[in-house]
């Protein structure tokens, strides 16, 4: 079986890959892994046809598979051995394709092959988060409103949230049962779980509700700082990219002239799609003035953010 896996959640990609090779009693020693950026579609290809010396299963992960959405490379000459290969497949080797893109190219003949042939998934985030984190616990007992509250505490990033789990079925080995007070009491907040909305609260001259994550933050040792740094960060890339939004490019063109990874780049844009250009530039000269009163000791930091929030 061949397989197009692709989405902006790696984190969901590599659990099903691992999937696969469980699913496959596929041996370490039996995989191979190219990059697409690197290797031509023949050196992989030739791989695949290859018997393996130590078993019958043999694995093959090609990251970056571009050819599925893009074309920009002479590598593309390569792609009719691809449909070659996927109507007659060597039965004993897996081809896994990664692709990091929030979408494939559905209209390309290669990529109705794949899915006609082999097999293609989408993973992208926020899709039913609550029901991927509930698979998570296994057997163990936990009530959707506790799930709903992990998530809230820590984020929408799936390896972090995954880690937190972890430790709490460690924490409850014995009974089984994940409560809100286990959640409260082992699950740490995460720095990034609610920046977009305290970018909203901060524009929205949501004071109450801004001041509140502020305080949340400084009471889990967060630099005053390193959240105006953060808050700059999100308001330039949200300017940055709802910018270039507008001159035409794409979240991929956009990813790769900014050097930031799509998912951002993509949440980015919704948020920054709500606000005036101009008022974003004019936080982001308060928090560049802030930042150089904080660093020169002309202003106590964790005042001086209080006070920039509070005179919104």
Request: proline letters at 2%.
């Amino acid at each position: 079986m061949n397989y197009l896996l692709y989405g902006l959640d790696k984190f969901l990609i590599d659990k099903e890959i691992k999937n696969i090779i469980d699913k496959n009693n596929i041996d370490e020693i039996n995989i191979s892994r190219y990059d697409l950026e690197e290797n031509s579609l023949k050196e992989i290809l030739d791989d695949a046809m290859t018997i393996s010396l130590f078993s019958s299963n043999k694995l093959i992960i090609v990251d970056n598979a571009f050819i599925f959405n893009r074309v920009q490379s002479k590598k593309m000459d390569d792609v009719e051995l691809l449909e070659s290969y996927l109507n007659n497949p060597n039965k004993d080797t897996t081809i896994i394709f990664i692709d990091l893109n929030e979408k494939v190219d559905s209209t390309k003949k290669i990529v109705k092959l794949i899915k006609d042939k082999g097999t293609l998934k989408e993973f992208n985030p926020l899709k039913n988060i609550n029901s991927i984190v509930s698979s998570m616990f296994d057997d163990y007992k936990i009530d959707y409103g506790v799930v709903d509250a992990l998530i809230n505490r820590v984020g929408n990033d799936l390896e972090l949230i995954y880690q937190e789990v972890e430790k709490l079925k460690i924490y409850k080995i014995d009974d089984k049962t994940i409560t809100l007070k286990d959640v409260e009491d082992l699950v740490v907040e995460n720095i990034n779980i609610d920046i977009f909305k305290f970018v909203d609260d901060i524009i929205n001259k949501n004071k109450s509700s801004a001041i509140k994550t502020y305080k949340e933050l400084l009471k889990l040792n967060e630099e005053p700082i390193k959240i105006v740094a953060l808050l700059a960060s999100k308001f330039r890339l949200m300017y940055q990219a709802s910018t270039l939004v507008k001159k035409g490019y794409t979240e991929e063109d956009i990813s790769e002239i900014l050097k930031v990874h799509k998912y951002p780049v993509h949440l980015s844009i919704t948020a920054g799609h709500k606000y005036n250009p101009k008022l974003l530039l004019k936080y982001l000269n308060e928090l560049a003035d802030l930042d150089i009163g904080m660093k020169t000791g002309e202003k106590d930091k964790e005042l001086a953010l209080e006070l920039f929030i509070l005179s919104l």
